[in-house]
């Protein structure tokens, strides 16, 4: 039942649907009914009939890369330039969509994103 079943707010409710609901996007199941696909437990009932993890969310698309210049000044000194970036191609990553049912406007909303922005970090670096 996850921590949430236990502190009372059930994360499987149960299913309204025959469907199988792992193998549709998330936009399929809005279309289908949404919401209206599952009811909230019953008085007593810890766990719903719904399976763990039978929603799906898109991929996360994400490429960080790094580059190292190092110069030798003297025998014991070098001089290190260095740049890191993160999120490289600025891929947007949607966010994992809220499932809770009595979420309303919010339920299934797969519009936030996750990730950030493309990042690029500068430094230099005197090593002796």
Do not use: H, Y
Not at 75 to 95: C, H, I, K, P, T
Not at 96 to 110: M, R
Not at 111 to 117: A, E, H, L, P, V
Request: with cysteine; glycine share 14%; net charge positive.
């Amino acid at each position: 039942c996850g921590i949430d079943g236990l502190v009372g707010n059930p994360v499987r409710p149960n299913l309204n649907t025959n469907l199988n609901l792992s193998s549709l996007t998330i936009p399929e199941i809005l279309a289908a009914g949404g919401a209206s696909l599952f009811r909230g437990l019953s008085p007593g009932q810890r766990v719903g009939n719904a399976g763990r993890n039978i929603l799906r969310a898109d991929g996360i698309r994400n490429v960080d890369f790094g580059i190292i210049k190092n110069t030798r000044i003297t025998e014991s000194v070098r001089f290190q330039l260095r740049a890191d970036m993160f999120n490289v191609f600025n891929e947007r990553n949607f966010g994992i969509p809220n499932t809770a049912i009595n979420s309303g406007a919010n339920f299934l909303n797969q519009w936030g994103t996750n990730g950030g922005n493309r990042r690029i970090v500068l430094g230099a670096r005197l090593v002796f």
